[in-house]
């Protein structure tokens, strides 16, 4: 079979070398790409290859399917053969050719076993270097408080001397499935170096401790190493039955037992307990509503089509949800949406937005557009926005990244219901600043809308589901050797994904995503009309010249990085003078774009005298420029978005634009 591929391969790529499938240009782009190594492979499997092409400007995302014939897609904006698509065709060809002579590793695959080995040598290492303190309890089995090197406190209780198990309050243990942690490794370690009396570890245990059993996938357990009094082991007995862990059935009966564990002052329930009760409890809840209960589209201001429904619905009888829908399918009427529901449903009173401060004017435009709902940015010095977070009687607030990372404390002081983030890709670093200010937020419910859930890795996505539901795919360990190739000598390299299809379908129960195509059928039929224009001759100059300047570099054996540079200056300027000449000499504007699109506006869509409205993309500002002063000189209002607009002013200009009848064009750049 990977004979018959690399044959596939090879007749593909002498077919897209001698004939005319691709531009010459388009070809030596993806060679170079290939032979710079910027082509890496992430998965493999009998059929699908998928491959990252890190090119000058942005990562790309390449599949290959291989069948009877090749089947490409890249995430760039090219509908035919790109250059990434050649240099991973490329890449693939080399990939195989060399693994049918030898074998050739994706990476090392961790067993359950060799990963816990690992990450239990990695908290070693770092309680071996630790500096914590330790205030130890009277009894060995008491409560010991630990204070790290920057003075945040953890309590520590010793369940077995010996076999050093135990509990401690850090956030690692009550994920890590371990059973200990660095803290617990250093404290016994310390206890152990302390020279006590015989009876100091001759204590009985204190409590009837019920956990999160992190060795039995936090099930609750309870411990004692005794026999318990015989009140005590009746209630245990009563819930419990023979085991010492609690069945899933039986959790939200448990509430009972917690109510009549106030009788005995011996019983400890750790916090988490209760966290896993009420949350089967909400769980339940949350289905017997469903089953009951339908949405009231009614106080949203526009007809939503059937898939924009399903993501509302899917959301709102959900405590932690994510939307990864393609661009353009209307993800933030979704969220909006859904948070109605919730507020209609659950009688939520505040929904806080986190986003990008570039677009926190536009979600204040689109709620007050959508609903009959108001909304409340914030802003300001420190006291100003406390007293927003406090005071105001808005449902809807909305702040962006970077002020969390400076208010949490302030926000958690404060119910918040509903949490939505928008571009949930700024905490895919998990172990950030603003990914643990985020992941802090106390709140009911929560909504991710996204239309990119896994940018470059795979470990992104651990970080953005974290904020859902932080167990979800914890611990980070578990989740990497479940899907992660690890490089052989580089031992926190990763190589490639596995089992993907299987994580796919874990992500089902909280993840909806929806590609256009997917729901093509649904959406409004749009008209795309291209009109080609001849150049003027001294564009035709420029264009020449600059096109033999990129023929020189490429007809280089070698292309050097500043040939790549002056390459994408040349192809950069190829375009820009497409638009007009004064875009690369500054002083002439031939332009027959200019005049034709003067032209459609005034006579074909006579745009003076009707209600039309009107958008106009420029990749150039100084394009824009060239627009603005031909509307100017014909009497057509206008506003210009572009990246030097501050962010407090783009709510405003399309307001303007909607609201203004004589307004009637909207000019923007990309970065706008």
Known sequence: METKIIDLLKTELKEIRSTEKVSNLVYRKGSSLFMNGQSQMLTQSKELFEFSVDDEFNDYKVSILINETIESKCNCKSKDLCQHKIASLMQLHEELSKSSSEPKTIGKEYTHEGMIKRVLGERQEKAKKAEYKIEQSDNIYGEHILYNEKGIEYKLTFYNFNKEHGHCSCPDYATNKLGTCKHLMYAFKYVKAKKRTPEYYQHPYPFVEIFLHPLKNYKISWFYPGKPDEGIAQLLQKYFGN???????????????????????QIMIRPGVQDIVEKAFNKEMLYEIKEHTSIDYAPLKLEL???????IEFATFREGAIIADEMGLGKTIQAIGTAIAKKEIFGFERTLIVCPASIKEQWKLEIERFTEEKATVVEGYPDEREKIYQNCENFFLIVNY????????????????????????????????????????????SLIITGTPIENRLIDLYSVVAFIDPGFLAPLWEFSYQHCFFDIKKKDKITGYYNLQKLKERLSSILIRREKKDVIKQLPNI?????????????????????????????????????????????????????????????????????????????????????????????????????????????????????SVPVKKRGKLIKEFEDNDNCRVFISTEAG
């Open 305 to 311: 089509f059937p898939y924009q429904k399903e993501g």
């Open 243 to 265: 085991d010492s862990t609690l069945s899933d059935h039986k959790i939200i009966d448990f509430l009972g037992f917690m109510n009549e564990s106030l009788e005995y002052k």
């Open 527 to 643: 008209s795309h009309l291209d009109i080609p224009i001849e150049m003027h001759p001294e564009q035709q100059q420029f264009h020449a010249s600059y096109s033999n300047g990129v023929a020189r570099i490429l007809s280089k054996k070698f292309i050097t990085p500043f040939d790549m540079q002056r390459l994408m200056m040349l192809l950069s300027k190829m375009r820009m003078v497409c638009d007009s000449t004064y875009l690369v000499d500054f002083e002439t504007n031939y332009s027959p774009k200019m005049i034709e699109l003067k032209y459609i506006l005034l006579e074909k869509l006579d745009v003076k005298n009707n209600e039309r409205k009107i958008i106009i993309f420029s990749e150039w500002k100084k394009m824009n420029n060239i627009i603005a002063k031909m509307l100017r000189e014909n009497d057509i209002g206008f506003v210009e978005l572009n990246g």
């Open 402 to 445: 970077e002020t969390v990372l400076r208010d949490k404390n302030a926000i958690n002081k404060y119910n918040t219901d509903f949490i939505i983030l928008d571009e949930a890709q700024r905490i895919k670093n998990y172990d950030t600043q603003t990914s643990n200010s985020i992941k802090a937020l106390k709140k009911k419910h």
